[in-house]
């Protein structure tokens, strides 16, 4: 279904002062403009990304995502021919993932306190970057231990992008979607965390830090 379709949508093109800083885009999953500061976790994102660089990693059927991934934390979200899964170990180094930067975790603890998810502690973050075109399909995050409890916190950086969200359990039904932006952190839990959510073809742009990319920062419980 084209962005153009979409039913129930909730679209932001402008972003003037006005903004509400807090948005429930469907319940459970909230929207908080501006949460983090790139200037602030750039050092900390470039010295994971040196140490676990992106990678391509490809669906159990064999096909390449249209993404770049890597991780940090205790255990990192890994794709391939055996399944999805969390690893221990980069497999691409044999190397324990990099530790989650104290910065990043703290930003992230912060957003899901805001919403209502006091005590939030991911022990991974699984780091997408998406260049114009690239997307990322309807899905469900359940490869975690606890799929009720822990919420889902997306941090996002460079272009925008456009974020769309099925309510809990239903692959198909009403869609809502936000533009998420620069510095933007999306949470999901509560009836949104087994929601099926999406991104759209990431527009052409260029970030004045990133270039020509969107990163997004997905923190879990994983176990």
Known sequence: MDDATLPLGIDDPTHGENEPARTEVSPGATLLRGFAATEALLADLRAV????????MHVPSGAPMSVTMTNCGAVGWV???????????DPATGKPWPAIPEALRAVAADAAAAVGFADF???????NRYEPGARMGFHQDRDEADL???????LSFGLPARFAVRPEGRAKGPIFTVTVRDGDAFVMGGPAR????????????????????????????AR
């Open 49 to 56: 990304l040196d140490a676990a660089p992106l990678r391509t």
């Open 79 to 89: 794709s391939d021919r055996r399944g999805y899964r969390y690893e221990p170990l």
């Open 121 to 127: 502690a991911p022990d991974a973050c699984l780091i």
């Open 148 to 154: 009720v409890n822990p919420p889902l916190v997306t």
């Open 194 to 221: 087994l929601a099926y959510h999406a991104i759209r073809p990431v527009p052409r742009g260029e970030h004045p830090v990133w270039g020509a990319a969107r990163l997004s920062l997905t923190f879990r419980r």
